[in-house]
């Protein structure tokens, strides 16, 4: 059974940085997209960043873009999102999805980050 767990969420002062990681276990797949999401408090769910695992091809949000880094270590089954520079506008909670269209789509139970002085 296929399981995403997120971890490394918390409060952070702005400015600071987080590193967010998201463990899969039952996940054996060679091809995918991994995909980093958030929503923030009355606001609809925004994609953030996201990678291909065959071009290594990342993209991200405006919004973050040169502050957030998404990366992946294969040997330890977990992507990461390195975020620097946070903002009280960043504050969510952030969701990892793993995804290949028409074959899986999952996603972790999400991981609160908090920016605030």
């Known amino acids: 059974q296929v399981q995403l767990v997120e971890?490394?969420?918390?409060?952070?002062?702005?400015?600071?940085?987080?590193?967010?990681?998201?463990?899969?276990?039952?996940?054996?797949?060679?091809?995918?997209?991994?995909?980093?999401?958030?929503?923030?408090?009355?606001?609809?769910?925004?994609?953030?960043?996201?990678?291909?695992?065959?071009?290594s091809i990342a993209t991200y949000a405006d919004s973050v873009k040169g502050r957030f880094t998404i990366s992946r270590d294969n040997a330890k089954n977990t992507v990461y999102l390195h975020m620097n520079s946070l903002k009280p506008e960043d504050t969510a909670v952030y969701y990892c999805n793993l995804y290949w269209l028409g074959d899986f789509d999952y996603w972790g139970q999400g991981t609160q980050v908090t920016v605030s002085s």
């Open 7 to 55: 971890s490394g969420g918390g409060l952070v002062q702005p400015g600071g940085s987080l590193r967010l990681s998201c463990a899969a276990s039952g996940f054996y797949f060679t091809r995918y997209i991994m995909r980093w999401y958030r929503q923030a408090p009355g606001k609809e769910r925004e994609l953030v960043a996201q990678m291909r695992s065959d071009t």
